[in-house]
């Protein structure tokens, strides 16, 4: 069946946020986005402020635009994390009007992309040596504590991502831990692998289950497992507890929620608690100092391209490029993506 495409819209914002109420998001998030996104609204209408000194609508803003927004809120002293959740609603309301067909692109596709870059390479936010980061998880003694916290590490998923895996979505040398498992077919002949899933999103259905949390990934990809990741997730195999969710997550509680599938709250649980202990996080601190599973993203991305010096690898491996660049590493990906993963990826044992 054919998408089916909005008549002509008077106010696309509102139209947006009617259709979040009709998603079931609460009014508290339905707030937020109205909030930004009529500033948003208010500015490029203005042609004392946007960048063609014409008044606009949403729909014929332009990157330009939405950079100029994005301008002001740093000379008023927005905080960089305000900026970053700004954007990324303003972000998610182009993405989903040029979806259902309202809108002919997303202005914001570029401007997240540069964002990116600047977010992950903040000079404020706390710096942690490779040779620390085998210390902190040389302390993590619990099966499922350490395999959530080098998962993050060696992969640079984001917590979501890493909550909406299946064991489908693992596939091991040591094929014993997953036999009876019949894999995604996008890891067949690529050796130990784990597939993530841009598709699951909160509150939809996949693989048989309804998810809590969103992948925000532009395409699906491959990671490689390398022999240290394989021998936690092997530990971890072994004692995970049996589970009636359907879709037979990789990663479920131990405690309450025993072999319930983890949510992003649980593992941000389990990750700051430990870096509490380890003086990594402080109740009331701010994203430049505590270490948050976003952290290991930030580690990951920071330490692969000043090993490998190649920005496309990184952007593929975090799942944020799509189109033709991520078909290239797709095509080649034993020779481009796991060779040049395997030569740089740090040690953490």
């Known amino acids: 069946m054919a998408a089916e495409q909005p008549a002509d819209i008077e106010d696309s914002v509102g139209y947006f946020l009617q259709d979040m ?5 609460s009014d508290r998030t339905r707030s937020a986005y109205e909030r930004v996104l009529r500033a948003f609204e ?14 606009k609508s949403v729909d014929e803003a332009g ?9 002001t809120l740093r000379n008023r002293d927005v905080s960089p994390s305000t900026i970053a959740t700004y954007a990324s609603y303003l972000h998610r309301f182009y993405a989903y009007m040029a979806q259902v067909g309202a809108f002919d692109s997303n202005p914001m596709a570029l401007v997240m992309e540069e964002m990116d870059e600047k977010i992950d390479s903040n000079p404020a936010r706390r710096e942690i040596s490779i040779a620390q980061m085998r210390g902190f998880v040389r302390q993590i003694h619990h099966p499922l504590d350490h395999a959530l916290v080098v998962s993050l590490l060696k992969t640079g998923m984001r917590v979501g991502e890493l909550c909406n895996l299946d064991l489908r979505d693992v596939s091991l040398a040591e094929s014993r831990a997953l036999s009876g498992v019949s894999n995604r077919p996008a890891l067949d002949g690529r050796g130990p692998s784990i597939y993530v899933d841009a598709e699951p999103s909160v509150g939809s259905v996949s693989n048989g289950e309804e998810r809590t949390a969103s992948n925000k990934r532009k395409r699906s990809t491959v990671i490689p497992v390398d022999d240290e990741l394989e021998t936690v997730l092997l530990r971890w195999l072994a004692i995970r507890p049996d589970t009636t969710a359907p879709a037979d997550p990789l990663f479920v509680g131990t405690a309450s929620g025993w072999g319930e599938r983890l949510t992003p709250d649980a593992v941000h649980h389990i990750v700051t608690g430990h870096a509490e202990t380890a003086g990594w996080y402080r109740t009331g601190g701010d994203r430049e100092e505590n270490v948050t599973p976003h952290y290991f993203r930030h580690f990951f991305t920071t330490h692969l391209r000043d090993r490998t010096g190649d920005r496309g690898i990184v952007k593929y491996l975090r799942g944020d490029v799509g189109g033709d660049i991520i078909d290239t590493y797709t095509h080649n990906w034993g020779d ?3 060779e040049t993963y395997e030569s740089n990826i740090y040690s953490l044992f």
């Not at 109420?21 to 998001?25: A, Q």
Request: proline share 6%; glycine share 6%.
């Open 21 to 25: 109420t009709y998603h079931g998001k």
């Open 63 to 71: 990157h330009r635009d939405c950079m100029a927004w994005i301008h």
């Open 42 to 55: 208010s500015f490029v209408e203005n042609p004392s402020q946007n960048p063609t000194g014409t008044a």
């Open 336 to 338: 481009r993506v796991r």
